[in-house]
């Protein structure tokens, strides 16, 4: 089938929203379809959004393939007779950040005009969608919620879940991510201050700003665990990445509020490896459940020490959860199978 | 510094311009920008897809860049405060290719002529706005946007894109090369036929895949029909780049003679990076920029015979052919068809 994949970008920016969108078009050509990519910019500004919405409607790309898959909001408003989507999310803050810190929005009757516009042209494109899909519950459920719509998640795995592998249950604890403030690194720092064990922490990853690197840096200083902490503050290969799982005791993703359990958990868990996350990162809890593949635990430094001293203290059962973890993969069917086949059938 | 190379795309397809693309994208990297492209859809079919096309892209935002460099028509319809146009072609089938059988728009059809006449207008709108920031990859290319809209432009020649793969030798062979796609309009036939005419010791080398199977058939049967076997050798395939390379270095000299070509065409720098002489036609459209005649090489009237003369010439002379193989760098140094002088050029 001749396949093309629609998304919006902000130029430069790279992260999960592109590699789902690079991802899926290498592995519906290796599975023997004809793939390829258009990315439009698109800009998030309230005062511009609908003519960029009209923009996107009137490309034509209906007569270039057999089907449009469109990934991020609001690429699905390209025109095609055989469209299906993997929504990723919407443009939050007309929707669920509405009202929260997170919108700014000047409040006047134009903004709401806007929002209503921007409710009306999504449910529009939603049902001249054949298929929709999205990447977590908690997506799952704002559709449903806002725009009234049924779509199962269709979880996203990792490009190449082939390259992880489990060598031992070592000492360390693994965080692998961009370093930024609502990653939580230094969460996971400041629970180093409180552990009773001889376990350590590994954080590898390139810091987005100066900023959240000094303030790591400083954490670390000021509280003498240099002994304790390694921070790889660099982009780190992938398989220097899998030797990293490979020889961890657990893994730790501690995100503030996403949307989706991340690629980092099912690193870990492709890797035999246990993840430790947070009652409040969102959508890791889909993939965690506690207890069982990994823990979930108040953001709190004290309560996460206890939890990496306790798996350090039972290496048996960091074992355990993570073979757990593999096997909880395969329980969600986090496969390119099952990607590849839900939206080419 | 942010640099978006914005171009068009149709899907599925990779040609010529897209190349340039990437490679100038990979170039700006090298001198120290960060740069991506962003690609377009555009579609001609039906014709008003093209003016719902100029609309797309004119309402597409897009932002968290410095800079935008636009390299055809209607990728540069998008709007940025920092914009420059290194333009390939227009849309040419409103401009020169209009009344030609290339064309697309019935003078007798009022719908059509109502596009056209759109497409026109709204380049003249967009792109009068950017004179002085608006660069062409040919001289062709600018007497056209002079001729259509009254737009004036610098030619900024596109120099080769691995430039680092060859290098100036001391190895001058017996054989004159032509690495290049094969079909009729790249004129291979020619060569061969000229190969008829040739008394000195002079070998022909083409290399290339047809771009479809008649035309490889069609130089097979010309090397036949002209008995020139010992002569030409035709390796019918894709070449890499390392092969190409090599060929290009142990040549006597190289040929390059399109139809009426709007740009001097790669393999003429290649030629000149390898250090070798060029043999052109007259007629070959670009191609006079870069081969001066009893310079860098041979121009001659488009027939077998001149073609002949100009092989034995470069046969029988090798003190002249080195002489004017190693001629042809500093020309292109002199001519700006160099990264350095693009890049600064257009990023300044």
């Known amino acids: 089938m001749k396949i093309i994949i629609a998304s919006t970008i902000v130029p430069f920016i790279e992260g999960g929203g592109t590699f789902i969108v690079d991802w899926l078009a290498q592995k519906l050509n290796e599975y023997g379809h004809q793939a390829d990519v258009v990315k439009l910019p698109f800009v998030h500004d309230y005062r511009t959004v609908m003519s960029q919405m009209l923009g996107i409607r009137m490309y034509h790309l209906e007569n270039e393939c057999d089907r449009l898959i469109a990934i991020r909001t609001p690429s699905y408003l390209l025109k095609h007779p055989d469209k299906y989507l993997w929504f990723i999310h919407h443009y939050r803050e007309m929707y669920d950040l509405w009202g929260t810190q997170y919108e700014q929005f000047p409040r006047n009757n134009e903004v709401v005009a806007i929002r209503e516009y921007v409710k009306r042209a999504d449910d529009f494109a939603f049902k001249e969608a054949k298929k929709i899909y999205t990447n977590s519950r908690i997506v799952s459920n704002r559709l449903k919620k806002y725009n009234n719509i049924i779509a199962d998640p269709v979880y996203p795995p990792v490009l190449n879940p082939d390259q992880f592998y489990c060598e031992r249950y070592g000492d360390y604890i693994y965080y692998s991510s961009r370093i930024c403030g609502h990653k939580r690194q230094w969460l996971a720092v400041e629970a180093m201050k409180y552990v009773k064990s001889d376990v350590k922490l590994i954080i590898s990853g390139k810091s987005e700003t100066e900023q959240e690197a000094r303030r790591i840096g400083t954490i670390i200083s000021e509280n003498n665990l240099q002994n304790k902490v390694t921070v790889v503050d660099s982009w780190v290969s992938e398989q220097e990445k899998a030797d990293y799982y490979a020889n961890c005791l657990a893994a730790i993703y501690i995100p503030y509020d996403e949307d989706s359990y991340g690629y980092p958990s099912l690193e870990a868990h492709h890797s035999q490896k246990a993840v430790i996350s947070c009652t409040d990162s969102g959508g890791t809890d889909e993939l965690i459940v506690d207890g069982k593949n990994g823990f979930l635990v108040e953001p709190d430094p004290k309560q996460l020490a206890v939890i990496f001293d306790h798996l350090y203290e039972n290496k048996k059962m960091a074992e355990k959860m993570g073979q757990n973890g593999l096997a909880r993969i395969q329980e969600l069917n986090i496969t390119w199978d099952n990607v590849i086949r839900r939206f080419t059938e | ?348």
């Not at chain 2, 990979?26 to 555009?42: D, R």
């Not at chain 2, 967009?126 to 608006?134: F, Y």
């Not at chain 2, 040919?138 to 020649?157: F, P, T």
Request: net charge negative; with cysteine; glycine share 8%.
């Open chain 2, 1 to 348: 510094m942010k640099i978006a190379v914005v171009n068009n795309t149709v899907p599925f397809l990779y040609g010529g311009a897209e190349f340039l693309a990437d490679s100038l994208c990979g170039k700006l990297k090298e001198y120290g920008f960060q740069s991506c492209v962003i690609k377009f859809p555009f579609s001609w079919v039906p014709k008003e897809a093209i003016l719902d096309s100029i609309m797309a892209v004119r309402l597409n935002q897009i932002c968290n860049c410095d800079m935008v460099i636009a390299l055809k028509f209607p990728a540069y319809y998008i709007e940025h405060p920092n914009k420059k146009l290194w333009l390939l072609h227009q849309f040419r089938q409103a401009y020169d290719l209009h009344g030609t059988e290339y064309g697309m728009f019935n003078e007798n059809d009022q719908k059509d002529m109502a596009i056209r006449q759109a497409i026109i207008d709204m380049d003249n709108r967009c792109l009068a706005g950017m004179e002085g920031r608006i660069f062409t990859n040919s001289g062709v290319v600018s007497q056209r946007l002079y001729k259509y809209n009254g737009i004036s432009s610098e030619v900024l020649y596109p120099p080769l894109m691995d430039e680092s793969l060859y290098s100036v030798g001391d190895t001058y062979g017996d054989y004159i090369f032509y690495p290049s796609r094969v079909n009729y309009s790249k004129r291979q036939h020619m060569a061969v036929e000229a190969m008829k005419y040739t008394r000195s010791q002079v070998k022909l080398v083409l290399a290339g895949k047809g771009d479809s199977p008649d035309d490889e058939k069609l130089i097979f049967r010309k090397i036949e029909e002209f008995g020139v076997q010992n002569k030409v050798t035709y390796l019918n395939r894709f070449i890499s780049e390392q092969e190409k390379v090599e060929l290009f270095c142990g040549a006597l000299g190289g040929i390059y003679i399109p139809y009426d070509e709007d740009s001097y065409g790669y393999v003429t720098l290649e030629g000149f990076h390898a250090g070798k002489a060029m043999i052109s036609c007259l007629d070959a459209g670009g191609t006079d920029v870069v081969v001066k005649d009893g310079i860098t090489g041979y121009m001659t009237e488009p027939t077998p015979q001149a073609l002949a003369e100009a092989m034995d010439k470069m046969y029988n002379d090798r003190k002249k052919t080195i002489e004017m193989g190693k001629n042809g760098l500093p020309l292109l140094e002199k001519l700006g068809i160099t990264w350095d002088n693009v890049i600064r050029r257009l990023t300044e």
